[in-house]
Nanobody
Framework: QVQLVESGGGLVQAGGSLRLSCAAS????????MGWFRQAPGKEREFVST????????YYADSVKGRFTISRDNAKNTVYLQMNTLKPEDTTVYYC?????????????????WGQGTQVTVSS
């Protein structure tokens, strides 16, 4: 069992930056691909970014490409999402997730463990 706890969310002005962290416990995540998703009230969970267990491969949604960067530190059992040039439409709850699949995936149902989410609010 893997427990995931996100942190780093908050209120920021448009154009600003935030760095989300996802701390894992229970098991080492070095064998898990990790992902970030976001979900607004009444909407489906949306893929944001994912990273292979080794950190050698990443993938981003078109909406965040060039602005967000995913990274991981397996020694610290932590995954990060650096968010730059934030826009009001980035406002929502962000979730960290872990999957035992070897390939990175953008499909929420492929992820086995989820955090509780952290709110990101970008003011215009």
């Amino acid at each position: 069992q893997v427990q995931l706890v996100e942190s780093g969310g908050g209120l920021v002005q448009a154009g600003g930056s935030l760095r989300l962290s996802c701390a894992a416990s229970g098991r080492a995540i070095r064998n898990y691909a990790m992902g970030w998703f976001r979900q607004a009230p009444g909407k489906e969970r949306e893929f944001v970014s994912t990273i292979r267990w080794s950190g050698t491969s990443t993938y981003y949604a078109d909406s965040v490409k060039g602005r967000f960067t995913i990274s991981r530190d397996n020694a610290k059992n932590t995954v990060y999402l650096q968010m730059n040039t934030l826009k009001p439409e980035d406002t929502t709850v962000y979730y960290c997730a872990a999957t035992r699949t070897l390939r990175i995936t953008i499909i929420p149902d492929a992820y086995d463990y989820w955090g509780q989410g952290t709110q990101v609010t970008v003011s215009s």
